[in-house]
């Protein structure tokens, strides 16, 4: 089962094709937790050949605030913590898990998919409840 939002978000929306088109799904199939993928285009050029960094934390946001919505949580991301320990080279998938840890809180990690998987970025992020 594939979690979405709507079709246009720029995480997990389909029919963004600017946006990351992440592939999130339940983790163990545990609410709160998700795991899924994404793809680092030409299109997400930070410095150098490298992912802009706000596309990773795009990414890590996205990927908590859909393990939320899971347990039927529907919030916003309200602070973000972001830590980049290694820069994303483009043209590779990015897995990317995430897990709420209480209530409106939630953390992900994201990595390199394949031989060498290198640990690319960390996040914690705190959540305000719609509605």
Same mark, same amino acid.
């Given at each position: 089962m594939s979690l979405a939002h709507h079709e246009?978000?720029? =995480?997990? =929306?389909?029919?963004?094709? &600017?946006? /990351? %088109?992440?592939e999130l799904e339940p983790a163990d199939g545990?609410?709160?937790?998700?795991?899924?993928? &994404?793809? /680092?285009?030409?299109?997400h050029q930070g410095p150098e050949g490298a992912a802009h960094a706000g596309v990773m934390a795009a990414a890590l946001e996205e990927a908590m605030g859909m393990a939320l919505h899971?347990?039927?949580?529907?919030?916003?991301?309200?602070? /973000?913590?972001?830590e980049l320990v290694a820069d994303p080279p483009l043209g590779v998938f990015v897995r990317v898990d995430a897990r709420v840890n209480d209530d409106l809180e939630a953390a992900a990690s994201a990595r390199e998919v394949g031989?060498?998987?290198? %640990? /690319?970025?960390?996040?914690?992020?705190? &959540?305000?409840?719609?509605?």
């Open positions: 246009l978000c720029f =995480g997990c =929306g389909n029919a963004n094709l &600017f946006g /990351l %088109q992440m545990q609410p709160g937790a998700v795991t899924g993928r &994404f793809f /680092l285009k030409q299109d899971s347990r039927g949580v529907h919030a916003r991301a309200r602070r /973000l913590e972001v031989e060498g998987a290198r %640990q /690319l970025a960390e996040a914690r992020g705190f &959540f305000e409840r719609l509605g």
